[in-house]
T-cell receptor, first 111, second 113 residues
């Protein structure tokens, strides 16, 4: 099955700086790569996603890049704010329904 | 409804007991998914429903776990003879259809003592 690795496991950044989280996947057939933000006591919330026919996607302060050849994708958060503090998960989907998640990155934005 | 609703939000049960976890998906979403999230880990796939039928139950860990969706909307995850290792957050998600993005509920935190 699909195996997704995520780094780093924790990330502390100064408010206003950028945060980058990287993921690799194993199955070259994966075609959809969402990113989720999870706050304490809540379910994961989709923040951005990218499909395999696109190399980059941006939505305000967040962007995702995908390198199919290297089988890795990254989340970039610019101008971080305290409300960006949360656990972030990357995921990959091979078929049309099953997501394989990374282990998560705990992001702390220091004021 | 506006979002995916899961009840109860917390459940504490004794080892060996039977539990049921409920999921109300977003109205009109035909696809429904159950995932399990252990502490410090990402969610792991359990089962996927398209309509009333379980299209893929390959993630259910053993035959103590069972899920139903009799009318194609609400789903119930059932765990028999609970074990301490079943303690986790059980997440439900729904989507408009195959290949669409998920919306997750807030989960049920199950603790087996």
């Amino acid at each position: 099955g699909e195996n997704v690795e995520q780094h780093p496991s924790t990330l502390s950044v100064q408010e206003g700086d950028s945060a980058v989280i990287k993921c690799t996947y194993s199955d070259s057939a994966s075609n959809y790569f969402p990113w989720y933000k999870q706050e304490l006591g809540k379910g994961p919330q989709l923040i951005i996603d990218i499909r395999s026919n696109v190399g980059e996607k941006k939505d305000q302060r967040i962007a995702v890049t995908l390198n199919k050849t290297a089988k890795h994708f990254s989340l970039h958060i610019t101008e971080t704010q305290p409300e960006d503090s949360a656990v972030y998960f990357c995921a990959a989907r091979v078929n049309d329904y099953k997501l394989s998640f990374g282990a998560g990155t705990t992001v702390t934005v220091r004021a | 409804g506006a979002g995916v609703s899961q009840t109860p939000s917390n459940k504490v049960t004794e080892k060996g007991k039977y539990v049921e976890l409920r999921c109300d998906p977003i109205s009109g979403h035909t696809a429904l998914y159950w995932y399990r999230q252990s502490l410090g880990q990402g969610p792991e796939f359990l089962i996927y429903f398209q309509g009333t039928g379980a299209a893929d139950d390959s993630g259910l860990p053993n035959d103590r776990f069972f899920a139903v969706r009799p009318e194609g909307s609400v789903s119930t995850l059932k765990i028999q003879r609970t074990e301490r290792g079943d303690s986790a957050v059980y997440l439900c998600a729904s989507s408009r259809g195959l290949g669409e993005g998920y919306t997750f509920g807030s989960g049920t935190r199950l603790t087996v003592v």
